[in-house]
């Protein structure tokens, strides 16, 4: 499994596995992209001792469905019922290793009761499961769960690191500097150019936006809230190209640094209010499109 970047994370889950002492939960937090799930699936396939296995029934995975309700795509919670049903699954005798891992990814998205659910779960650990959260945003995860786990903070990869993974050439400067030190989208990027393309023309986009007048932005912000994902994605490459205007004094836009640094700090907000609330994304974008 090829995993750019977070060596001392993996050194330090790797002598836990040594040790034969590893703990009870994991909880694996940071951006989105950065490779968090990739590694815990690792970390599961080392624990359990199948790391050639395509198919390990002695690791679960729980992650939240999505739906499409009035022309907006969302991802679902993880409620209770489901961390009921991988308890049952991790109280199941081992196939191949000693132990079953479970990976609830998005771990954010579980519901109050799911999370209360699960503490049950670690207030009785068996030596025979372990669990790994994989989440975004940690402040959504009960104190009571994260005080019964180990937690490691996923920070972003330097360009050279991510570069150098791909020392073929099949990496172009560009989709780095796009995936803002996260390797998942520099692969996506190296593997859909198109995908890369799109990005680059934002900057026309987003000079135009400052141009628009109010009936245009509100159109924009009724098309980018229908796949509130994508309009996540949208956000931070318009914060990637405000950096860039920040450096150049202003000339990469054409937009004074003031202004630049107040729709910064909007889309932060507007970032926040989409991940963390059930704050309506249209009305979200179209506030953030009035800073413009």
Same mark, same amino acid.
């Given at each position: 499994m090829h995993i750019i970047g977070h060596s001392k994370i993996i050194n330090f889950l790797d002598r836990y596995i040594r040790r034969n002492s590893t703990s009870a939960a994991y909880l694996f937090f940071g951006v989105e992209h950065l490779g968090k799930f990739t590694l815990a699936l690792?970390?599961? #396939? *080392?624990?359990?001792?199948?790391?050639? $296995?395509? +198919?390990?029934?002695?690791? +679960?995975?729980? $992650?939240?469905?999505?739906?499409e309700k009035k022309g907006v795509i969302k991802k679902k919670d993880i409620k209770i019922g489901q /961390?009921?049903?991988?308890?049952?699954?991790?109280?199941?005798?081992?196939?191949?290793?000693?132990? *079953?891992?479970?990976?609830?990814?998005?771990?954010?998205?579980?519901? /109050?009761?799911?999370?209360?659910?699960?503490? #049950?779960?670690?207030?009785?650990?068996?030596?025979?499961?372990?669990?790994?959260? &994989?989440?975004?945003?940690?402040? #959504?995860?009960?104190?009571?769960?994260?005080? $019964?786990?180990?937690?490691?903070?996923f920070n972003a990869v330097s360009p050279e690191e991510i570069a150098l993974s791909y020392s073929d050439g099949e990496m172009s400067q560009a989709a780095i500097f796009w995936s803002l030190?996260?390797?998942?989208?520099?692969?996506?990027?190296?593997?859909?150019?198109? *995908?890369?393309?799109?990005?680059?023309?934002?900057?026309?986009?987003? &000079?135009?936006?400052?141009?628009?007048?109010?009936v245009d932005k509100f159109f924009l912000a009724e098309g980018l809230a229908k796949n509130v994902s994508e309009l996540k994605d949208k956000l931070q490459s318009w914060v990637v190209l405000l950096r860039q205007n920040m450096m150049s004094q202003g000339n990469f836009l054409g937009v004074p640094l003031e202004k630049t640094l107040a729709i910064m700090e909007g889309i932060t907000e507007s970032l926040k209010l989409i991940q963390e609330t059930n704050s309506n994304p249209r009305v979200v974008v179209e506030n953030l499109l009035l800073k413009f």
């Open positions: 690792d970390f599961a #396939k *080392k624990i359990t001792g199948q790391q050639e $296995r395509h +198919i390990n029934p002695d690791i +679960i995975i729980i $992650r939240p469905e999505s739906e /961390v009921r049903e991988m308890q049952k699954e991790l109280s199941l005798t081992p196939y191949f290793g000693k132990c *079953k891992v479970a990976i609830i990814d998005d771990a954010e998205r579980l519901t /109050v009761a799911a999370q209360n659910a699960l503490l #049950k779960i670690l207030e009785e650990p068996d030596s025979r499961s372990i669990l790994i959260l &994989v989440c975004h945003n940690q402040e #959504k995860i009960l104190p009571t769960i994260k005080s $019964r786990s180990v937690i490691k903070n030190g996260r390797p998942g989208l520099a692969i996506e990027f190296a593997a859909h150019p198109e *995908k890369l393309q799109a990005l680059e023309k934002n900057r026309a986009e987003l &000079v135009q936006i400052f141009q628009d007048n109010l």
